[in-house]
């Protein structure tokens, strides 16, 4: 049996990781993980992978200039070299750099290094800073693995002129598409508990309520339509709110402007929506837009890294400028009024969302831990 260390955040781990922990167990890999605790969810993980892999804590934070790294590093450094490792999968920034450094003596020993991208800090419209700061180490480092996966085409391209000797692409991470497409719940009834009035037009977004996710973009959009009968609905948490709250009041549309904080019902709200927006200025692929697609909804998005693979003007989707608030209107107006074109892009993105399936990917991934040839 292979043995396998897999090093990623607490909040990665739980998130999107937990499934291929499992699945690498299933198939011929002893595995073990050592995070860092970001999101205070190490119990949470612990209890998620009990009896399957055994979860270690290294003291490391997401900010690269924190001097308390210097103490991860080293306990990372004693996993690492304590033991002998097949492979060692490391995932997010700082630990995919601290891991690629920490594990340098143990490639020498035999063991193959996979660092897995979910999303560059470095992209086509992105700030000058991430460019002069990311850029330069993810370069450097990209000698010290052998392998880069990546989960979109722009960062697949540009990982290709990097040091890796082998660069991949998959298909995101995975999700459960089954679980978005197969939802029952009462459309009314879940509308109702909602306060979207039952003939309304319903544009639902998923994720925090941070900068970078661009929720204002859709609330100026939902102004300048000018249509009372369009609901915008936004599920998801952040020091956002109370800004986003006021953007809607100001512009005459908060009544129309729902903030339904964290949920656990997501997939029945996408059954009761008409429309997902996903506005986001940056994201490695943009997961909540695929739930959204596996729920048979059309996609109004931007025109970022990793949602322009898979959204593609009047076939799954319409993408604008992620600034562009009079593109989004538009987008907007044109749904609103040809419900037929909703359905039949909500019957495309069902099709399209297949290939990012979670029991598809889990395979992908094991293959590539396997260091075959080929997917």
């Given at each position: 049996?292979?043995?396998?260390?897999?090093?990623?955040?607490?909040?990665?781990?739980?998130?999107?990781?937990?499934?291929?922990?499992?699945?690498?167990?299933?198939?011929?890999?002893?595995?073990?993980?050592?995070?860092?605790?970001?999101?205070?969810?190490?119990?949470?993980?612990?209890?998620?992978?009990?009896?399957?892999?055994?979860?270690?804590?290294?003291?490391?934070?997401?900010?690269?200039?924190?001097?308390?790294?210097?103490?991860?590093?080293?306990?990372?450094?004693?996993?690492?070299?304590?033991?002998?490792?097949?492979?060692?999968?490391?995932?997010?920034?700082?630990?995919?750099?601290?891991?690629?450094?920490?594990?340098?003596?143990?490639?020498?020993?035999?063991?193959?290094?996979?660092?897995?991208?979910?999303?560059?800090?470095?992209?086509?419209?992105?700030?000058?800073?991430?460019?002069?700061?990311?850029?330069?180490?993810?370069?450097?480092?990209?000698?010290?693995?052998?392998?880069?996966?990546?989960?979109?085409?722009?960062?697949?391209?540009?990982?290709?002129?990097?040091?890796?000797?082998?660069?991949?692409?998959?298909?995101?991470?995975?999700?459960?598409?089954?679980?978005?497409?197969?939802?029952?719940?009462?459309?009314?009834?879940?509308?109702?508990?909602?306060?979207?009035?039952?003939?309304?037009?319903?544009?639902?977004?998923?994720?925090?309520?941070?900068?970078?996710?661009?929720?204002?973009?859709?609330?100026?959009?939902?102004?300048?339509?000018?249509?009372?009968?369009?609901?915008?609905?936004?599920?998801?948490?952040?020091?956002?709110?109370?800004?986003?709250?006021?953007?809607?009041?100001?512009?005459?549309?908060?009544?129309?402007?729902?903030?339904?904080?964290?949920?656990?019902?997501?997939?029945?709200i996408l059954h009761c929506a008409d429309l997902f927006a996903f506005p986001s200025k940056r994201d490695g692929l943009g997961l909540a837009a695929l739930e959204a697609m596996a729920a048979h909804?059309?996609?109004?998005?931007?025109?970022?890294?990793?949602?322009?693979?898979?959204?593609f003007d009047g076939v799954t989707g319409y993408r604008c400028a992620p600034d562009d608030a009079a593109g989004f209107a538009k987008g907007l107006a044109r749904y609103f009024a040809d419900r037929?074109?909703?359905?039949?892009?909500?019957?495309?993105?069902?099709?399209?969302?297949?290939?990012?399936?979670?029991?598809?990917?889990?395979?992908?991934?094991?293959?590539?831990?396997?260091?075959?040839?080929?997917?």
């Open positions: 049996m292979k043995r396998l260390l897999l090093t990623c955040t607490d909040l990665m781990a739980i998130q999107f990781l937990v499934p291929h922990v499992k699945y690498l167990s299933q198939n011929g890999f002893s595995v073990e993980l050592a995070c860092s605790a970001v999101g205070g969810r190490m119990d949470e993980l612990r209890q998620a992978l009990q009896g399957v892999a055994e979860v270690r804590q290294v003291h490391l934070v997401r900010s690269p200039f924190s001097p308390g790294n210097r103490r991860g590093y080293g306990e990372l450094k004693g996993i690492i070299d304590g033991q002998h490792w097949d492979v060692i999968w490391t995932n997010e920034p700082v630990m995919g750099v601290m891991t690629r450094l920490a594990a340098r003596d143990a490639r020498k020993r035999g063991t193959k290094v996979v660092y897995m991208v979910h999303g560059f800090h470095f992209y086509h419209g992105a700030p000058a800073r991430n460019w002069l700061l990311y850029y330069p180490v993810e370069r450097y480092c990209s000698r010290l693995c052998d392998m880069i996966i990546t989960i979109n085409q722009e960062d697949f391209q540009r990982a290709k002129t990097f040091h890796a000797n082998r660069v991949e692409k998959i298909n995101g991470i995975g999700l459960d598409t089954q679980k978005f497409s197969a939802c029952q719940s009462d459309r009314h009834e879940k509308r109702i508990s909602l306060g979207i009035p039952e003939d309304a037009f319903f544009v639902v977004s998923v994720g925090e309520l941070k900068a970078h996710k661009n929720h204002k973009v859709m609330i100026r959009a939902l102004a300048k339509t000018g249509n009372p009968q369009m609901y915008y609905g936004i599920c998801g948490t952040g020091e956002g709110l109370q800004p986003l709250q006021s953007l809607a009041r100001k512009l005459g549309v908060g009544e129309r402007v729902k903030f339904f904080g964290y949920r656990k019902d997501v997939p029945e909804l059309p996609l109004l998005t931007s025109n970022i890294r990793g949602v322009s693979d898979y959204v037929k074109l909703c359905s039949q892009i909500g019957e495309n993105n069902a099709g399209a969302a297949k290939k990012y399936d979670i029991c598809k990917i889990e395979k992908d991934v094991c293959a590539l831990m396997d260091f075959n040839e080929k997917l």
